[in-house]
């Protein structure tokens, strides 16, 4: 009786590329640099789509991030998506978490450097 030994299959697997532009709702969305003052509100008309792409800034790049929802939150927020025109998951959500960071002084705050280095080492998200 012969057994053959198990294989890794994780040990040379390749961690699949996204390609965000071919996913529903995964336009690209100029977002305002939080440590900017914002201006004064006005009510603006709204905006036009840009006519040709414009290079992005290091800091405004999309990254993918995952956290967990409650179920009933989740469902919530297909059910705006489906119904809502324009309603774009990824934007709203960029929106809310931007003004929540915004009232927050210190997330605003920045890191120790010893600190900083260490999660640009560690951390791909934050590579340009």
């Known amino acids: 009786m012969s057994t053959t030994p198990k294989r890794n299959f994780t040990a040379k697997t390749a961690r699949p590329t996204i390609d965000t532009s071919a996913l529903y709702g995964m336009d690209e969305v100029?977002?305002?640099?939080?440590?900017?003052p914002a201006p004064a509100a006005e009510p603006t008309p709204p905006a036009a789509p840009a006519a040709a792409p414009v290079p992005e800034d290091a800091g405004l790049e999309w990254v993918q991030f995952s956290t967990y929802l409650r179920r009933n939150t989740y469902?919530?927020?297909?059910?705006?998506?489906?119904w809502e025109p324009g309603f774009v998951v990824r934007q709203?959500?960029?929106?809310?978490?931007?003004?929540?960071?915004?009232?927050?002084?210190?997330?605003?705050?920045?890191?120790p450097d010893e600190h900083l280095r260490k999660l640009l080492q560690k951390n791909k998200k934050l590579r340009s």
């Open 30 to 36: 100029t977002v305002p640099d939080a440590r900017l």
């Open 75 to 82: 469902l919530r927020l297909k059910q705006a998506e489906y």
């Open 92 to 111: 709203q959500i960029e929106q809310v978490v931007s003004e929540l960071l915004d009232k927050l002084e210190t997330a605003n705050r920045s890191l």
